[in-house]
């Protein structure tokens, strides 16, 4: 329960997910509104191509040596995961091939799950503490995810091609 007994790394994740729906709410939805659902979801799916950054927690020397894998296997493989299917899912739409928003889905289910199991999994453990250098993924690439998720579920709610 350490993630609970320092209120440092909370406070973080928390000033995150306000900056960065500020920021999408000020700079990117805005821009987005006007396009067509297939080329408004790229610029979202592009931020989560970079998400195979979570294998940083597979990396000897990064995280502590104490991190369990049970939270660092989960967490590397799952995020490469949502990674890869940005790149298809980019891919498809871009194509216009007839799977592209299905694909898109996946990917957004997929990768939101993948980030609430880390977080499930965090907030019940020492995690925090036993990140070393990976301190970062949870407190900048996580807030900015799930708000670009919200984004893309929103779009593919209301919006049809």
């Known amino acids: 329960m350490a993630a609970l007994t320092n209120p440092v790394f909370p406070i973080q994740v928390l000033l995150a997910l306000i900056t960065f729906t500020l920021l999408a709410r000020w700079f990117v939805a805005p821009r987005l509104a006007g396009l067509p659902l297939e080329t408004a979801l790229q610029p979202l799916l592009a931020f989560h191509a970079l998400r195979y950054i979570g294998l940083v927690f597979l990396a000897p020397g990064v995280p502590s040596p104490d991190l369990p894998q049970s939270f660092a296997a989960p967490a590397?493989?799952?995020?490469?995961?949502?990674?890869?299917?940005?790149?298809?899912?980019?891919?498809?739409?871009?194509?216009?091939?007839?799977?592209?928003?299905?694909?898109?889905?996946?990917?957004?289910?997929e990768g939101l799950a993948d980030f609430a199991n880390a977080f499930v999994q965090g907030a019940t453990s020492a995690v925090p503490t036993q990140l070393g250098a990976?301190?970062?993924?949870p407190i900048v690439i996580v807030p900015a995810g799930i708000v670009t998720h919200v984004m893309m579920f929103g779009m593919l709610l209301r919006r049809r091609g």
């Open 76 to 109: 590397g493989i799952g995020t490469a995961i949502a990674g890869v299917l940005a790149l298809l899912s980019i891919t498809a739409l871009r194509a216009r091939w007839p799977f592209a928003i299905p694909l898109v889905w996946v990917m957004n289910v």
């Open 134 to 137: 990976a301190y970062y993924v």
